[in-house]
């Protein structure tokens, strides 16, 4: 069973940045795409971004492109979320999600994905 866990939320003022990670428990995580997704009170879950297996394709949804980056180390089974120019609205708990399959692509939906972390909270105060 592969455990995933995120690390690096906090409070932050409107403006600041975060940087989370999430750390995988399987040797094997450079076979995953892996994607960030957030849930804000009352909210469903959205798609944030999402990295390839390899690192090779990004992609973000609309409200955060230009501000956040996601990036991997395959060697440390990790994947990162670097959060700049936060805002109120950014405001959720953010989970990483991985999707394990023989292509190199990523995934957008939430039932796309096969194993998720316990989430950690961000907040963003005006």
């Known amino acids: 069973q592969v455990q995933l866990v995120e690390s690096g939320g906090g409070l932050v003022q409107a403006g600041g940045s975060l940087r989370l990670s999430c750390a995988a428990s399987d040797r094997s995580f450079s076979s995953a795409a892996t994607g960030w997704f957030r849930q804000a009170p009352g909210a469903e879950r959205e798609f944030v971004g999402g990295?390839?297996?390899?690192?090779?394709?990004?992609r973000y949804a609309d409200s955060v492109k230009g501000r956040f980056t996601i990036s991997r180390d395959n060697a440390k089974n990790t994947v990162y979320l670097q959060m700049d120019s936060l805002k109120p609205e950014d405001t959720a708990v953010y989970y990483c999600a991985a999707k394990y399959s023989g292509v190199s692509r990523l995934w957008v939906g939430v039932n796309d994905y096969n194993y998720w972390g316990q989430g950690t909270q961000v907040t963003v105060s005006s």
């Open positions: 990295i390839s297996r390899n690192g090779g394709f990004t």
